[in-house]
């Protein structure tokens, strides 16, 4: 895959960059800028991009401390600080306004970019997002979630990790397991717990409002099944559009690529 490094707030970021075909007419199509999640890199994202490939220009990014790209010094991986990097790759290829789409935590980076920035953005499709942990009631938080903050801070964080990865991949192709937990094993603590304590936190539905209300925004969603909790971002949002992918866990467009891209590319042409 072509690819090259911009300078970002914090470090250089590695993306892998499809051009449009020479044709003129594929030119004209929005590009198209996508986000992985935790422990992902550009290579997850092989599918849409071969698919996409000459039908308009494509590109991935390599989130902060992932992938090739450099980790930040002060070691911020919250949303904000990732869709900074997202503008920074924006602005350094000359792109006034493109498609962006995010898998789960990278769609948290998605909406922050979009929320900040809507004449950038003028489509967003999200990719399974988590669901708002703010949304949940202060009891549930404080017996689900302070347990799980509390053991992010022991000897014992990477297996409390795991638990979670182990819920998510439910539904996915042995190999898309394999992948992933891969990735897991040799993630570093600060990337991993860095994203997972500002996903917690990170107010989804009122960012992705911030969006929403801007004229033109449009937003849509592709989820696996499992994706239909009460904070759901769908379920609290029903004019975030959705579309089920049946048979898959969290890491859709791995375990079903060619489904996946397909409902992509509807997406991205919606009228």
């Known amino acids: 895959m072509p690819s090259h490094t911009v300078a ?6 590695h993306i892998v960059d499809h051009p449009a075909a020479g044709d003129g007419t594929a030119g004209e199509a929005l590009p198209l800028v996508l ?14 991009l071969a698919h996409l490939a000459g039908r308009r220009r494509a590109l991935a990014i390599d989130l902060r401390g992932h992938g090739a790209s450099e980790a930040p010094p002060d070691a911020d991986y919250s949303p904000d600080a990732c869709a900074a990097d997202v503008l920074a790759v924006l602005d350094a290829l000359g792109l006034p306004r ?22 950038r953005v003028a489509r967003l499709v999200l990719v399974d997002p988590p669901g708002d942990f703010t949304q949940l009631p202060a ?9 799980l903050k509390a053991a992010f801070e022991t000897d014992d ?8 990865f182990d819920g998510a991949l439910v539904g996915s192709a042995p190999a898309t ?6 990735r897991l094993a040799v993630t570093p603590r600060d990337r991993l717990l860095g994203m997972y304590r500002s996903m917690i936190d990170f107010p989804a ?24 909790r009460p904070f759901s971002l ?38």
């Open 8 to 13: 970002g707030p914090a470090g250089a970021l």
């Open 35 to 48: 986000v992985h999640g935790m422990v992902g890199h550009v290579g997850f994202w092989e599918a849409p």
């Open 98 to 119: 493109v498609a962006l789409v995010g898998h789960s935590f990278g769609t948290l980076v998605a909406i922050a970019a979009a929320a900040g920035h809507p004449d």
């Open 139 to 147: 009891e549930i938080r404080e017996q689900q979630l302070s347990p």
């Open 157 to 164: 964080w990477r297996s409390a990790t795991r638990a979670g």
């Open 177 to 182: 397991r394999d992948v992933v937990l891969g």
């Open 205 to 228: 539905v009122d960012t992705l409002d911030r969006y929403l209300a801007a004229p033109g925004s449009r937003a849509h969603a592709i989820i696996a099944p499992s994706n239909a």
């Open 234 to 271: 769908h379920v609290l949002r029903p004019a975030l559009e959705a579309a089920v992918l049946r048979g898959t866990g969290h890491w859709l467009m791995m375990d079903a690529p060619d489904r996946f891209t397909e409902q992509l590319e509807a997406w991205l042409t919606a009228a």
